[in-house]
């Protein structure tokens, strides 16, 4: 409770040493968000007993990506790697003719420094497809951070200008339609500024269209989103341009925005829970200078919508053990729905990237006039065990490699993956968010009723 006297957040770092998944899962969402891409993953075979087991039924459905399994005599230079790679790419293209693939560098790539920055270039000319190279490994990232890598090396492919023919031939049809369009479609369009805003982060289409909706019912419309549906719809990115992120993972991304494009960046919190989805509206309409419309009253109808989970959770703590970096969000929409944190781990903190983040966290530890949670980067799985066992959380939310013997040990858990393949943005997703949360608390309440008894001694 020391911690409830405290004015700010306290930061602290650990070793490192914590379960997370490789950063080379980002192929399973990715390849189906971009609809025309193929994804390679150049790796061993340690690689692709990870990718196998960890998409579970994925893999029988004939996913865009595969594995170029490295053997020892790549490794040990006797086979030469640009031969090895342009047969596989010209076999991709035979196979799926995709419209770009994605090399993703792997921890063995980069210990044996395969320039695969410098293959892929001429590689592109002599195959006939763009190639993009990502270097999604687990010595330097975790987990969603390899969306972030992609992501990244993908901004140097937006185009800079419109093609001209594009636009003529645009307006010629938009003239066309215009005697098609009722009177109301043309008001409304009338109304409509498109700005020159670039939303990033990869969300399943349906939740891309929820956000962009909210937007434009406050007059705003976007000018792209990165990624797109496809590849060759890749967003026009202009000088001057202004960026903001969706997802708390992205800060690479951002940083490439920036320098190489010459963005501004939106430092806004992300709009995961009704609080979150309401402060990144908002800040993105002060950006606009313009005056937010219904936002309080859609943001409590939501609330209301909610009241029957917030019982359930209300006084209960939550320990984030961290292996996905969505802790700082989750945390605080959870705080805001009356949980205590004592902890948040989180893989990586890009305290400028999340800073709005941080600083809404704290408003609301203060408004709900609950303790400041202790932030740790980096954290050591070991040690965090130790200080779930002395302060015994009502809920952890951790990996599948600490859950089950957690369980057995009478803690409650939710397995953290989830929460990245769940659809948790926007106004109407913070339900699915409680429903995640307070499913092994209603579980507990159930099996309370037929057993006390702890299951290990
Ligand atoms: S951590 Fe490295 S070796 Fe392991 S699966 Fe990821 S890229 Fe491959």
């Known amino acids: 409770m020391s911690q409830l006297e405290k004015s700010s957040l306290t930061f602290q770092c650990e070793t490192g040493n914590y379960h997370t998944f490789c950063p080379i899962s980002c192929v399973a969402w990715l390849y189906q968000k971009i609809e025309d891409s193929f994804f390679l993953v150049i790796g061993t075979k340690t690689c692709g007993y990870f990718l196998q087991n960890s998409m579970g039924v994925m893999i029988f459905a004939e996913p865009r990506y595969a594995m170029a399994e490295l053997e020892e005599s790549d490794i040990s230079a006797q086979l030469n790697d640009y031969e090895e790679l342009k047969r596989l790419c010209l076999q991709i293209k035979n196979d799926r003719n995709p419209s770009v693939i994605v090399f993703i560098g792997t921890c063995t790539t980069e210990i044996i420094k395969m320039d695969l920055e410098g293959i892929a270039p ?23 951070q390899g969306e972030d890598t992609v992501l990244a090396s993908l901004i140097q492919r937006c185009p800079t200008e419109f093609i001209e023919k594009k636009e003529k031939t645009q307006t010629f049809f938009s003239n066309l339609n215009l005697f098609t369009k009722n009177k109301e479609n043309l008001e409304s369009e009338k109304n409509l500024k498109s700005l020159p805003l670039i939303l990033f982060g990869s969300l399943p289409e349906l939740i891309a269209n929820q956000l962009q909706l909210e937007l434009e019912n406050q007059n705003i419309k976007i000018a792209g989103w990165l990624p797109t549906k496809t590849y060759l719809e890749l967003p026009t990115i202009e000088e001057g341009y202004y960026v903001c992120g969706v997802n708390p993972f992205l800060s690479r991304t951002a940083t490439n925005l920036i320098r190489r494009r010459k963005c501004k960046l939106i430092s806004a919190p992300f709009p995961i829970g009704p609080d979150g989805t309401r402060a990144w509206i908002e800040k993105i309409c002060s950006i606009f200078n313009i005056e937010p419309n219904g936002l309080e009253e859609r943001e409590n109808n939501i609330w209301k919508s909610l009241e029957s989970y917030l019982p359930l959770v209300k006084g209960k703590s939550v320990f984030f053990m961290g292996d996905n970096l969505l802790e700082l969000s989750l945390a605080r929409f959870l705080i805001r729905c009356g949980m205590i944190v004592p902890e948040i781990g989180i893989p990586y903190l890009d305290k400028r990237y999340q800073e709005a983040e941080i600083n809404l966290l704290e408003e609301t530890c203060k408004k709900m006039n609950v303790p400041l949670p202790l932030i740790i980067e980096k954290p050591d799985n070991y040690a965090q065990l130790k200080r779930i066992e002395k302060y015994r959380p009502d809920l952890v939310i951790t990996g599948m490699a600490n859950a089950n013997p957690l369980e057995a040990r009478g803690i409650n858990t939710k397995w953290s993956v989830e929460f990245t393949f769940a659809q948790i943005h926007g106004f109407t997703n913070a339900r699915d968010i409680l429903e995640l949360v307070t499913r092994s608390l209603r579980r507990k309440n159930y099996v309370q009723s037929f057993c006390e008894k702890e299951l290990v001694e």
């Not at 590689?123 to 990232?141: F, H, K, M, Q, T």
């Open 122 to 144: 001429k590689l592109e000319v002599e195959v006939g497809i763009p190639i993009v190279v990502a270097r999604a490994n687990g010595l330097d990232y975790a987990f969603t």
